[in-house]
């Protein structure tokens, strides 16, 4: 309160120092405008008949009487639009995974994902030395079945386009590396983080 009381007062002080020096900026700049404004109106005022003045005024009084009789009437608003919450990685992966019986695309980015995580893990367990993706993902006591490297291996070094669309859609399906069962390469990957720990 001392404070706030202390800063009103010196703003005042600055206010009644400046006030002499400064009295004919101010009034070039606030009073001079402010007076020309007020003579304007003063001729519209005027220059438009009386009875005009009055219609105005019985147009603004029968306004306001329709709007208190009437008070549920108001103009159509717009519907409030609502954004969507942002999608995090956990979410967006299951999207993913749940997409993924529908087509290539969609399996290669759910095994680009886990390729990614794989090389983290090792990345980790190197203390952090840097590792470029193209390395073999491969190290001490990283024992993945050759589907699962292959799988990881498609998703990381590999592409989509590797694997291109069946055009016969009565034939069976054509195996690939992206079609390795995904809770097994979790599970994998799972037990290398516990290794972490």
Request: hydrophobic fraction near 45%; avoid cysteine; charge should be positive.
């Amino acid at each position: 309160m001392m404070r706030r009381a202390l800063v009103v007062t010196g703003i005042l002080l600055l206010a009644v120092l400046l006030a002499f020096p400064l009295r004919d900026v101010v009034h070039e700049v606030v009073v001079i405008p402010v007076a020309f404004l007020l003579w304007t109106l003063g001729l519209l005022y005027h220059a438009l008949p009386q009875y005009v003045w009055w219609l105005l005024v019985l147009l603004a009084v029968v306004y306001l009487f329709i709007k208190s009789l009437v008070p549920f009437w108001r103009p159509r608003e717009r519907p409030a639009q609502t954004r969507k919450p942002p999608v995090g990685q956990v979410e967006n992966l299951a999207t993913w995974i749940h997409r993924s019986q529908r087509g290539t695309y969609n399996k290669w980015l759910v095994a680009n994902r886990l390729g990614k995580l794989a090389h983290q893990i090792l990345v980790q367990r190197d203390s952090g030395r840097p590792r470029s993706l193209f390395e073999p993902l491969d190290g001490p006591d990283w024992d993945a079945s050759p589907e699962l490297a292959e799988y990881i291996h498609s998703g990381l070094q590999g592409s989509f386009a590797n694997y291109p669309r069946q055009k016969n859609p009565i034939a069976p399906p054509v195996k690939t590396p992206l079609d390795y069962d995904i809770a097994e390469a979790v599970k994998f990957l799972e037990s290398k983080i516990d290794n972490l720990k």
